[in-house]
């Protein structure tokens, strides 16, 4: 089956880096997404990963290894707008159809003066 | 402003009843995706539609079906409403079928179900 796990909350101080966590078992893995959402709008798109390593896109940098199904989103230099949950999302076969992506339950981050 | 569009933004009605909700993807995206984000559940996806033909099928009740039209935009129909049906309901698009694409999320639509 499939299945993706992230942490439900973290916090951290403003200014730091945090990084947040993702793992996921899938069949027919084409790739990671990670998702911004602040609370009661929509998903907006951060990042994407199909190759091992790591993407960096200004204060955002999302990490892949294919082999141990783990990826990570690291936030440098937080601000007080970089509070919202983190979705991860996985890109794969499910229930006979292809590519159809699965999102975790997301993480909370709080960030603090 | 992700240009994908959502009516209406709220929609109060009682169980048993039925109600459409209506999505226009961004112009020139093929692909029609929706969500039904749950405070307890998280993001799940429900279908995706491709230049109007069902292209997956996920976690959605035989309760609700969808479509999408010949001008790209698509619809989704709940009936039979109970209380557990009550959710943000999104709409995203992309410009192709389901490999790499990012999808783009709409305002969302707040169903509330007394």
């Known amino acids: 089956g499939q299945n993706i796990d992230q942490p439900t909350e973290m916090t951290a101080t403003e200014g730091a880096i945090v990084q947040i966590n993702c793992t996921y078992q899938?069949?027919?893995?084409?790739?990671l997404f990670w998702y911004q959402q602040h609370a009661g709008e929509a998903p907006t798109f951060l990042s994407y990963?199909?190759?091992?390593g790591l993407e960096e896109k200004g204060r955002f940098s999302s990490f892949l290894s294919r082999s141990k199904g783990y990826s990570y989103l690291l936030l440098k230099e937080l601000q007080m707008k970089d509070s919202a949950s983190y979705l991860c999302a996985a890109l794969g076969h499910y229930g006979g159809a292809t590519n159809k992506l699965i999102f975790g339950t997301g993480t909370l981050l709080a960030v603090q003066p | 402003d992700s240009g994908v569009t959502q009516t209406p933004k709220h929609l109060i009605t009682a169980t048993g009843q039925r109600v459409t909700l209506r999505c226009s993807p961004r112009s020139g995206d093929l692909s029609v995706y929706w969500y039904q984000q749950s405070l307890d559940q998280g993001l799940q996806f429900l279908i995706q539609?491709?230049?109007?033909?069902?292209?997956a099928k996920g976690n959605i009740l035989e309760r609700f079906s969808a479509q999408q039209f010949p001008d790209l935009h698509s619809e989704l129909n709940l009936s039979s409403l109970e209380l557990g049906d009550s959710a943000l309901y999104f709409c995203a698009s992309s410009s192709s079928r389901g490999e790499y694409n990012e999808q783009f999320f709409g305002p969302g639509t707040r169903l509330t179900v007394l």
């Open positions: 899938t069949s027919g893995f084409n790739g």
């Open positions: 990963n199909v190759l091992d």
């Open positions: 539609y491709y230049n109007g033909e069902e292209r």
